[in-house]
């Protein structure tokens, strides 16, 4: 079956592209020993939850739980929807307070406590379940509510002997419809539109709107010369089929290809979810109707057949279904110690540790390290250095260990890495050349370990030259693509890093002699791009974070699928408390303001 070279607009379309609402996650709150602050009875909490912008890093009020009367261990009833973003750190604040009052304003009730911490703390949890102390300072004092004044001239515990708390956030994510339909066509005696031959159809599937106008969803292949075309089997997300709504109309439009762009229209038809997921039936025997000729001609029957050859369904699992059933990211850390960088004493080399802000190797380092670290849960990260000359003897090494103990390069926390990076910058002698094969090898070698779907491998490979052993790399990378484990290279200095992109494989999949990656797993970005000329770190870290950890997920559950590996059960909660006096909403008017 050939597929013509024009035909990339076809088969590059994406289904999924620009509809689909982001993964969804549902925050459920409780509480254990809140403080009392009520004479006769005990408090009755109110949880309100904030989210913090990503710019300006002011707090905002994203909502409220409802108000549970006379307790110290709420269980709230309503939760928190949020959007999750894998390569984003989300940073939320929850605030406690007892309610005294009908009133909206938070500054007429006794505050009793507050946490904080990100969406990725919450999710990376063991079985998605997060514990926290609450603490009883408000930590930004815009926020701060005249009730809760008094916890500020107290003891640190908020009340003299007293501790404020526990807080529990679970996480879920809200299926969404994750269903995946898969499904094969025909078609039989369609309309001949080539002068010199046959037609060459194709099937395009638009799901309908609420405002009754369609969006297309799925393109097939075209087959060439032939008026009874069996199409390959595709699959598709339900909700990109038909939004989760069973009976809402599927349009399939048939058309002739031709090179010229000017695709022939054959004929059309309707159907829908409900009628597809019957299978193949005399249900699913479409005539293919061209509302054209049907006006024109009075014996007009149809323009051909399509029928629906197969039908199956199953749930797609994500990437958070593996990180709830306990798939822990091992993270490791590669930094370049060749020569190019310049003398680390000098304030011209990228190495150069100034004592007012860090360098890119650390700014590159911190930015990726504080969202991935949530999802390993013993914080012990592999740091190795590669192109440096080392102490005593100085041989050449392109797989050393930061923290100089050969036997165990793990570093305590991302601090616990720039601690290691900032040392071996004292005692090794930056040298040569820029090869990578080693430190790819090397996590490959421990993700080679552990295929079982419990543990996924990501490496971090910071540097600012041009790769030296790009055939070895390669290698080593289409070795690696069937492992489970990513890699992500960020560029620091101004070298032209065209190799760089080759080995990202967004446009071309690498190959190794003659053999091709099984996946694409590298992603590369130039730190350069993301050097904010206002001097603002914060939000281009964030920027160049999103952007390297955006194709981890997809990564991941790509090679899931590829070993035919299920996510696990998620581990048990521990019990809860006993069973807590039954929540009340509030009307609409009171503290939903």
């Not at 054209?292 to 199956?312: D, E, I």
């Not at 797609?316 to 990180?323: G, P, S, V």
Request: charged letters at 20%; glycine letters at 6%.
């Amino acid at each position: 079956m050939e597929q013509p070279e024009d035909m990339a607009s076809l088969s590059e379309f994406d289904s999924l592209a620009g509809s689909i609402p982001a993964t969804k996650v549902e925050i459920t709150v409780s509480c254990r020993n809140l403080l009392d602050k009520d004479m006769f009875s005990k408090s009755d909490p109110l949880c309100v939850m904030y989210t913090q912008g990503m710019e300006n890093k002011q707090w905002r009020e994203f909502g409220r739980t409802e108000v549970i009367d006379n307790t110290l261990n709420p269980d709230f009833v309503r939760k928190f929807i949020v959007d999750y973003f894998f390569e984003e750190k989300q940073n939320l604040r929850f605030d406690l307070y007892d309610v005294d009052s009908k009133s909206p304003d938070l500054s007429k009730h006794d505050f009793l406590g507050q946490a904080f911490c990100t969406l990725g703390e919450i999710v990376g949890s063991s079985g998605s379940r997060l514990e926290k102390p609450l603490t009883p300072v408000p930590g930004v004092l815009g926020s701060l509510s005249l009730a809760a004044l008094p916890c500020l001239l107290l003891s640190p515990s908020g009340v003299p002997g007293k501790k404020c708390g526990t807080i529990i956030l679970s996480a879920e994510e809200l299926s969404n419809c994750r269903d995946v339909a898969t499904m094969q066509f025909c078609a039989n005696k369609l309309d001949k539109k080539d002068f010199f031959g046959k037609s060459d159809p194709f099937l395009v599937f638009y799901r309908s709107n609420e405002d009754g106008t369609f969006t297309i969803c799925h393109k097939t292949e075209v087959m060439k010369n032939t008026l009874n075309p069996v199409w390959q089997t595709f699959s598709i997300p339900v909700r990109a089929l038909c939004n989760g709504d069973y009976d809402r109309t599927i349009k399939v439009e048939v058309y002739d290809w031709d090179r010229d762009g000017s695709h022939d229209f054959i004929g059309e038809f309707t159907t829908s979810y409900r009628e597809l997921a019957r299978g193949q039936s005399q249900f699913n025997i479409y005539e293919v109707i061209n509302p054209k000729k049907k006006m024109k001609k009075k014996k007009y029957v149809n323009s051909g057949t399509v029928t629906l050859l197969s039908f199956a369904v199953e749930s797609e699992c994500t990437f958070l279904d593996y990180i709830k059933g306990g798939t822990q990211i091992n993270f490791t850390v590669a930094i370049d110690f060749t020569a190019s960088n310049g003398n680390p004493s000098q304030s011209t080399s990228l190495h150069y540790m100034s004592p007012y802000q860090l360098n890119a190797y650390a700014l590159a380092l911190t930015a990726v390290g504080e969202i991935i670290q949530h999802y390993d849960s013993d914080k012990m990260f592999p740091a190795l250095g590669f192109g440096a000359k080392l102490p005593p003897d100085g041989r050449v090494s392109h797989e050393f260990p930061l923290n100089g103990n050969q036997e165990n390069p793990s570093c305590c926390g991302i601090d616990g890495i720039l601690e290691a990076y900032h040392r071996s910058l004292r005692t090794v002698q930056l040298y040569g050349p820029t090869n990578f094969a080693p430190v790819v090898t090397h996590v490959a070698r421990n993700a080679a370990a552990v295929q079982d779907g419990s543990q996924y491998s990501v490496l971090l490979i910071i540097t600012d030259g041009v790769i030296s052993d790009m055939a070895q790399t390669k290698e080593a990378i289409v070795n690696a693509a069937k492992l489970p484990m990513s890699i992500i290279i960020v560029g620091v200095g101004q070298a032209e890093f065209d190799a760089m992109v080759e080995l990202d494989g967004d446009d071309v999949r690498i190959s190794s002699r003659g053999k091709l990656a099984e996946r694409d797993i590298v992603q590369f970005v130039p730190f350069r791009d993301y050097v904010d000329r206002t001097g603002n770190h914060v939000l281009s870290m964030a920027r160049l974070a999103r952007d390297v950890l955006a194709e981890i997920p997809d990564q991941l559950v790509s090679y899931m699928k590829a070993q035919g590996i299920r996510p696990r059960p998620s581990p048990a909660a521990p019990a809860h408390s006993p069973p807590q006096s039954p929540a009340h909403t509030p009307p609409a008017s009171p503290l939903h303001g």
